[in-house]
């Protein structure tokens, strides 16, 4: 598997190129666009109150996936020199492709493996990880990575470390224990865990296995012994959604890497696998960043688009209601899923905002008002809005046993509120 710089291993050289090619400029446009939404995202709500919907897979995963598939696309860039040369040569610029290549490949698998565990969380043990945890992931990933590929690079660095090896420059043939340790085990590795959790993955969402106070068998399973599961919210069902549709990531992933992790592991025990398929599995995974905006495209338009910018604003309870039951009906694929509203929301007196739908007819109203001797129970003023919120009085009546009742139209609610951001 030599480089002989024949006609055939030069065009199989140049397929390698153009998927680089496509993959970069693939990658590119997508954190191009990223920036550009955070830049206009920024100045428009610059010292303003805003509520955005919550990406409910965190994007920061993805956007590391595509910056890692940026740099492996990176590293195949100097094959162009060695297709034109018919050669390649050692020097400065074979030892930064042997460095790029390692980075973008190592960074591709651990960020695939980390999106693979996330979706398991979200799907199987729903666990609702901290807001951040994704930030801190995309840390560790690039953090494991430099020591991965540092620490041999500092114990080598009096030797030849770096050099061709076969079509492109990497780590020599003396070192194949490094071969194997600094690159190719955190490929199986990530592409075996990742079989393993889709597996697990599929077989409970078929219902072939329960996770409630334990795993059990779907025959076995005695939902009345061990107590009926709460009902599926439509956060829920929509979360799930989401997990699902992030599964075709690591699936693209694998798909990419198999046919050059048989031909590299076919090399290690060596066997002579011919040019062809050696290259032709190299094109394939140097594709997957193209791979990747497809799926972008194709499974979270959402996330393309970008969130509305929403200003905080207070606004009647029947217009909250009618928004809400307006925009049931809407896909909002990558985004956290509406709440809908009870038509007799319960309210905290104590959190409850004053919103500006107050009608001074409300008080008038003999069904919601409970009467009460003037001489030990009046009404009582709701409690002074902060400054910004609207300054209208709304009335609270205490009946005899001393519990506050409020009048059900005068009931306000914010057009967006928090419920918490789903797991990162």
């Not at 050692?90 to 695939?112: D, F, Y």
């Not at 198999?258 to 995974?285: D, H, I, K």
């Amino acid at each position: 598997m030599s480089y002989t710089g024949t006609f055939g291993q030069r065009l199989g050289i140049f397929f390698t190129i153009e998927g680089s090619v496509l993959s970069a400029v693939s990658v590119t446009f997508i954190l191009c666009f990223a920036l550009y939404k955070w830049l206009r995202r920024t100045v428009r709500t610059w010292g303003k109150p805003v509520m955005q919907p919550s990406d409910a897979s965190d994007s920061s995963l993805f956007l590391n996936l595509m910056l890692a598939d940026l740099i492996q696309a990176i590293g195949n860039m100097p094959n162009i020199k060695w297709m034109a040369d018919a050669e390649i040569m050692e020097g400065p610029l074979c030892t930064a492709q042997a460095v790029i290549k390692q980075i973008g490949i190592v960074g591709v698998a651990m960020t695939s493996l980390a999106i693979a565990v996330h979706t398991f969380s979200i799907l199987v043990l729903r666990w609702r990880a901290p807001r951040h945890i994704s930030k801190f992931v995309v840390v560790g990933v690039w953090v494991f990575t430099a020591l991965v590929i540092g620490i041999p690079n500092a114990v080598h660095r009096n030797e030849r470390y770096y050099g061709p090896t076969g079509f492109w420059c990497w780590i020599v043939t003396e070192y194949k224990v490094e071969q194997i340790v600094t690159e190719y085990l955190w490929v199986w590795f990530a592409g075996l865990s990742m079989a393993i959790l889709y597996t697990l993955m599929f077989v409970v969402m078929r219902g072939w296995f329960i996770i409630d106070n334990g795993i059990h068998w779907h025959k076995n399973y005695d939902s009345v012994h061990h107590g009926a599961a709460a009902p599926e919210t439509e956060e829920d069902k929509q979360s799930k959604a989401i997990a699902k549709m992030m599964l075709f990531y690591p699936a693209v992933y694998i798909f990419s890497f198999f046919p050059n992790s048989l031909a590299r592991w076919l090399f290690f025990s060596g066997f002579e696998t011919p040019y062809q398929f050696s290259l032709f599995a190299s094109t394939v995974y140097s594709l997957s960043g193209m791979f990747n905006l497809i799926l972008f495209f194709v499974t979270r338009p959402a996330l393309v688009v970008g969130p509305n910018v929403t200003f905080e604003e207070t606004v009647p309870l029947s217009e909250a209601l009618h928004r809400k039951s307006s925009s049931r009906g809407t896909k909002r694929l990558g985004h956290l899923p509406d709440i809908h509203y009870d038509e007799s929301p319960e309210v905290d007196i104590e959190k409850r905002s004053v919103g500006p739908d107050f009608d001074p007819r409300m008080l008038t109203d003999r069904n919601n008002l409970t009467h009460s001797p003037a001489s030990r129970y009046g009404s009582l003023p709701a409690p002074t809005p902060p400054p910004g919120r609207g300054s209208t009085m709304e009335y609270l009546s205490v009946d005899r046993n001393g519990s506050y009742q409020r009048s059900r139209g005068s009931s306000s609610l914010t057009e967006e509120e928090d419920y918490g951001h789903l797991p990162g």
